[in-house]
């Protein structure tokens, strides 16, 4: 894609994340007081739609969609549409309050859902066209999807606590963008979050915070790192 129309498109994306979240942190249910650690306090979904956390979402909103359109085959585009918008705004939510909303994590599902079935829709390469076909694209993305939700549930399984579920629900969408790449696009993305995250948990140590920390910002992110550097 054009640079110039690439950018228009980020910056389109951008503002209607942005118009979007503010009405969906409105509408957010709270989780159940019982869902609670005893003496923890949580920022309320509402609190969050000020200026700067919208401008920020936004603003990551569109640099995703401008690594995708710049990145990505176009053919592959559908299956990342979820994580560009759903994805980037439940990562802001996650830093924000250390909690990923299900109903909201729901709406990334269908998203990504719909992503992957848009893939056939694509035009099929040419049989002596390089790159994979467009039912080579879904067959690996279903199994990047795959892939990544077992290694977070086993990861999720061991770790006690320290990783929450809410991390494993989105594993599936970040295997199923990468995957409908290519394999090496879905393991990067895998890797880089995982170097992200590592990284993060010693800033929170050396900052004596122990415990839980956001950890969908830093899978997220990874996702678009290793499409920026490998795509």
């Known amino acids: 894609m054009d640079p110039l129309l690439a950018v228009a498109v980020s910056a389109v994306v951008g503002v209607?994340?942005?118009?979007?979240?503010?009405?969906?942190?409105?509408?957010?249910p709270e989780p159940p007081d019982d869902q609670l650690d005893e003496g923890e306090s949580k920022i309320p979904y509402a609190a969050l739609g000020t200026p700067l956390f919208l401008l920020l979402t936004g603003t990551a909103s569109a640099i995703g969609t401008g690594i995708v359109v710049l990145r990505a085959p176009a053919e592959a585009w559908p299956a990342w549409v979820g994580l560009c918008s759903v994805g980037v705004l439940l990562a802001a939510i996650d830093a924000a309050t250390t909690w990923?909303?299900?109903?909201?994590?729901?709406?990334?599902?269908?998203?990504?859902?719909?992503?992957?079935?848009?893939?056939?829709l694509m035009p099929t390469r040419a049989a002596?066209?390089?790159?994979?076909?467009?039912?080579?694209?879904?067959?690996?993305?279903?199994?990047?999807?795959?892939a990544l939700w077992l290694f977070f549930g086993v990861a999720w399984f061991f770790s006690r606590g320290a990783l929450g579920f809410g991390d494993v629900r989105i594993a599936p969408v970040l295997g199923a963008a990468g995957g409908a790449v290519s394999w090496d696009i879905a393991a990067a993305g895998l890797l880089a979050g995982c170097l992200i995250g590592a990284a993060w948990g010693v800033v929170n140590l050396a900052r004596r915070r122990p415990g839980q920390f956001p950890y969908a910002p830093s899978q997220v992110a990874g996702s678009f790192l290793a499409l920026a550097l490998f795509g």
């Open 100 to 120: 990923l909303p299900l109903r909201l994590t729901r709406v990334l599902w269908g998203l990504a859902a719909a992503g992957i079935l848009a893939l056939v």
């Open 16 to 28: 209607v994340v942005v118009t979007v979240s503010r009405w969906v942190l409105r509408r957010l």
């Open 128 to 146: 002596d066209a390089a790159g994979p076909t467009t039912l080579e694209r879904m067959l690996t993305a279903l199994a990047c999807a795959l």
